[in-house]
């Protein structure tokens, strides 16, 4: 019987599979260690790594991967990569099930589903603003540095966390006063980033944002500016420090 991939194999095929995309190691390599340290089969392994690499890069592939696959994998590509880059991925998973769909209808339903909700995110996320930190790039950023500073941002790009915290600061610079409807006319209407406050070393697992609190609202550069730090440096600091 064929035994199924475990969540700690898919890890591993996932941060193998960026290390070969950003060529620091061959795919040979990359399969000795599936194999060896995973006991994993070469088959499988071999698989597992040409679906990874191929649908990463937004390409469509064909072979079927389980869908406990498609979550981790999914799910941390949606970290790493920019939202424009992980929407290439979703439509070659798109692609990829309008593939197979004829073939095992009911075994994909669960992989729609998750893709679906992708979509979902992708869709509130095309409202925000692009932050410069999420500019990064498949191969040349795919660092734990980059990926630490997505996860602070996530608190910043919630939708909902957003529209609550502009709603009661309004869409202007807390820092340098910065209203870009004011300047740019209709297209800087409802334009900011939104900066979250707390300390990430503070930060329990039951924390829950509080938008007006933990949230403001910061132009780009001064958001670039508070960022100097780490952690992120005081507003007030920042508006003592302009002159
Ligand atoms: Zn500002
Ligand atoms: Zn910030």
Same mark, same amino acid.
């Given at each position: 019987?064929?035994?199924? @991939?475990?969540?700690?194999?898919?890890?591993?095929?996932?941060?193998?599979?960026?290390? +070969? *995309?950003?060529?620091?190691?061959?795919?040979?390599?990359? &399969?000795?260690?599936?194999? #060896?340290?995973? #006991?994993?089969?070469?088959?499988? %392994?071999?698989?597992?790594?040409?679906? +990874?690499?191929? $649908?990463?890069?937004?390409?469509?592939?064909?072979?079927?991967?389980?869908?406990?696959?498609?979550?981790? $994998?999914?799910?941390?590509?949606?970290?790493? &990569?920019? /939202?424009?880059? +992980?929407?290439?991925? @979703?439509?070659?998973?798109?692609?990829?099930?309008?593939?197979?769909?004829?073939?095992?209808?009911?075994?994909?339903?669960?992989?729609?589903?998750?893709?679906? /909700?992708?979509?979902?995110?992708?869709?509130?996320?095309?409202?925000?603003?692009?932050?410069?930190?999420?500019?990064?790039?498949?191969?040349?950023? +795919?660092?734990?540095?980059?990926?630490?500073?997505?996860?602070?941002? %996530?608190?910043?790009?919630?939708?909902?966390?957003?529209? %609550?915290?502009? =709603?009661?600061?309004?869409?202007?610079?807390?820092?340098?006063?910065? #209203?870009?409807?004011?300047?740019?006319? =209709?297209?800087?209407?409802?334009?900011?980033? *939104?900066?979250?406050?707390?300390?990430?070393?503070?930060?329990?697992?039951?924390?829950? *944002?509080?938008?007006?609190?933990?949230?403001?609202?910061?132009?780009?550069?001064?958001?670039?500016?508070?960022?100097?730090?780490?952690?992120?440096? #005081?507003?007030?600091?920042?508006?003592?420090?302009?002159?």
């Amino acid at each position: 019987m064929k035994k199924d @991939i475990t969540s700690a194999q898919l890890q591993q095929v996932y941060d193998l599979g960026c290390l +070969f *995309v950003l060529q620091k190691i061959s795919l040979a390599e990359a &399969l000795d260690q599936l194999v #060896d340290s995973l #006991d994993m089969n070469q088959t499988s %392994a071999t698989n597992y790594m040409r679906n +990874f690499v191929t $649908f990463s890069e937004g390409k469509v592939y064909k072979r079927a991967m389980s869908a406990l696959s498609y979550q981790i $994998f999914l799910s941390r590509l949606y970290n790493d &990569l920019s /939202s424009s880059e +992980f929407e290439q991925v @979703i439509k070659s998973v798109e692609r990829h099930l309008e593939y197979r769909w004829s073939k095992s209808k009911a075994k994909h339903k669960e992989v729609r589903a998750l893709v679906d /909700s992708y979509r979902a995110k992708l869709a509130q996320q095309a409202v925000s603003p692009v932050y410069p930190d999420e500019v990064s790039v498949l191969p040349s950023e +795919f660092t734990e540095g980059s990926i630490k500073q997505v996860t602070i941002n %996530a608190y910043e790009r919630n939708p909902k966390a957003r529209a %609550a915290c502009i =709603a009661e600061h309004k869409a202007i610079c807390q820092v340098c006063n910065f #209203d870009f409807e004011a300047i740019y006319g =209709a297209i800087g209407k409802g334009f900011i980033h *939104v900066h979250h406050k707390v300390e990430l070393a503070t930060i329990g697992e039951s924390y829950q *944002v509080d938008p007006i609190n933990d949230l403001i609202p910061v132009c780009p550069n001064c958001h670039a500016m508070l960022h100097t730090e780490e952690p992120a440096m #005081d507003i007030e600091k920042l508006k003592l420090t302009m002159s």
